[in-house]
């Protein structure tokens, strides 16, 4: 178990930060996923796990808005965004870790935060200008880096930068949209163990200030810091509730628990 990141020492649960009630989608004849409801609430992480074809990434890109749901409805806090697209959804405050992701690797970590920092502070307008203009920015990159452990490598280029610290710095990138809810799709994927905690106690340092939604496969990880857990099968809810409870359900235990295979 990693150290001072347990789910078990979080508060009450607060006010969903983004809900969906019978979010279903067909694809053609088929149903891929059919009457899930879901709360993600701020300051907690909320992990999607299941076996293959169980509908998580249907999911994900049903509350991303990348796609549109066949019936339900889907709120950000008090406003329904149903039928927005992924940008509007965006600006609101809701980011998923692939849409914004990418870095530019011949430039330096810090100049990828500053790029990521326009649009929140009004110059994403002028993508024009060279890098030299956003040098006011310089101080805030600066903190979100050292956030996730890079401010001593500010200066590095991306693309010399390990994998596990390519998605800190991914990391970083979204914080600088300054988001509500954070949606990440497998963040752990293709890492090894010491990379694994890095992140996984990363992620639940930025959990703190936002609502996080993450698909994950490594289930030692989502019991460490998941603090509400639904688990699909074939498009449904098969379990749901903390991992005490979703570990402990026979249906769980055989449909999923114990393997590492995942879609």
């Known amino acids: 178990m990693m150290a ?9 649960r607060p006010r969903a930060a983004l809900s969906a009630r019978g979010l279903s989608k ?19 992480i909320h992990a999607l796990i299941g076996p293959n074809g169980a509908g998580k990434s249907t999911v994900f890109n049903l509350l991303t808005k990348f796609l549109q749901p066949s019936a339900g409805k889907i709120m950000y806090g008090e406003t329904d965004i149903t039928r927005m697209d992924p940008a509007h959804v965006a600006r609101l405050g809701v980011a998923r870790s692939f ?4 870095t530019f690797g011949d430039m330096s970590l810090v100049d990828n935060v500053c790029v990521a920092l326009q649009r929140p502070n009004g110059l994403a307008v002028q993508f024009w200008r060279p890098l030299s203009s956003l040098t006011r920015l ?7 880096l050292d956030r996730v452990g890079l401010a001593d490598m500010a200066d590095h280029r991306a693309a010399d930068l390990s994998y596990g610290r390519k998605r800190a710095l991914e990391i ?3 914080l600088a949209l300054d988001p509500r809810v954070l949606l990440l799709d497998e963040p752990l994927a ?20 936002c609502a996080v939604l993450m698909v994950e496969h490594n289930i030692s990880v989502v019991a460490d810091i998941g603090h509400d857990i639904t688990v699909l099968q074939r498009g449904e809810i098969l379990s749901q509730g903390g991992y005490a409870k979703v570990s402990a359900d026979p249906r769980v235990r055989e449909a999923y628990m114990g393997t590492e295979d995942d879609d």
């Open 99 to 102: 849409q914004i992701s990418a």
């Open 138 to 144: 310089r101080p805030r990159a600066m903190d979100l």
């Open 26 to 44: 067909s694809f053609g004849n088929f149903q891929a996923v059919k009457d899930v409801d879901i709360d993600i609430r701020h300051g907690r």
């Open 190 to 209: 293709g890492m090894g163990q010491e990379d694994v905690e890095t992140m996984a106690g990363l992620i639940a340092d930025v959990a703190r200030d």
């Open 172 to 174: 970083a990138t979204t």
């Open 4 to 12: 001072n990141v347990s789910a078990h020492d979080a508060p009450a």
